[in-house]
């Protein structure tokens, strides 16, 4: 979906745990930088490929990705893009977020109890090769290697200047971006979109829902007209609104 000139939210689909999920990671662009925001699921490098092609960027022109945080729906097509485009990519994440995509350290929320009951959820209708591969990927998540961090207000000078937003709570090194241009906030799982609403970080899913609430509160620095979250997709119209009524809440 094209958001404005040169930034397109993706739309990658795949079956989850029995279930169909769609995921948005981002897509910026100008004369000189294709700049992808997170990686989608383990094994989705042809359906970001073939996203790319359809918002008019080739895969070959890509040589900037920007990671928001370690969790395995983000990290997950990492390595095959580093391995497609070997040489010609600069991966940046926050400090706190690198040794995790690196795989220096265990995926926070990849402990062996949570391991177990992740497979204990797979609905029983779920083929036994799916359910072999999502084991695996989990016990063994993708890694790859993050060539420079990234700091708290940080522009970055790519499509018009994209700002490095620190939104930790989701995870400890969790960050946002905006995009000055079309004054748009990639928000990746800061922020959800559900039943066409804007909402905080799901608190299921957050390492720290309290820290995750709080960071809501620099968000309200930005004139927002559109934010792209991870899982729900685009919210637009009166953004900065309701993250002031999420915040005073």
């Known amino acids: 979906m094209r958001i404005a000139n040169g930034i397109e939210m993706l739309e990658i689909t795949a079956t989850v745990m029995g279930k169909t999920d ?3 990671p981002t897509l910026l662009w100008d004369e000189h930088h294709a700049v992808l ?10 359906k970001i490929a073939e996203a790319m092609e359809q918002a008019g960027v080739p895969l070959a022109k890509l040589n900037k990705i920007v990671m928001t945080h370690q969790d395995l729906d983000h990290i997950g097509s990492l390595p095959a893009l580093q391995q497609e485009l070997s040489g010609r990519l600069e991966v940046m994440s926050s400090e706190l ?7 220096d350290k265990q995926l926070l929320k990849l402990s062996k ?3 177990a009951k992740a497979l204990q959820a797979i609905p029983p209708e779920v083929p036994e090769e799916w359910r072999r591969s999502f084991q695996k990927s989990l016990e063994n998540p993708p890694k790859g290697n993050v060539d420079r961090t990234v700091t708290d207000g940080e522009v970055l000078p790519y499509c018009g200047g994209i700002i490095v937003i620190d939104t930790p709570g989701h995870t400890p090194g969790h960050i946002s971006l905006y ?19 804007l909402y905080g970080a799901h608190p299921q899913y957050s390492l720290d829902p309290h820290t995750a609430a709080l960071s809501l509160r620099k968000l309200l620095n930005y004139e927002i007209e559109s934010v792209i979250c991870y899982h ?18």
């Open 22 to 24: 769609t995921i948005n």
């Open 113 to 115: 109890e949570s391991i």
């Open 37 to 46: 925001v997170d990686t989608g699921y383990p094994g989705q490098m042809s």
């Open 97 to 103: 977020e690198r040794p995790y995509i690196q795989g």
């Open 232 to 249: 729900g997709g685009l919210f637009s119209g009166g953004a900065n609104e309701r993250i002031a009524e999420l915040v005073s809440k």
């Open 179 to 197: 995009h000055k241009p079309s004054k748009t906030l990639i928000a990746a799982d800061a922020m959800i979109v559900a039943d066409g609403q």
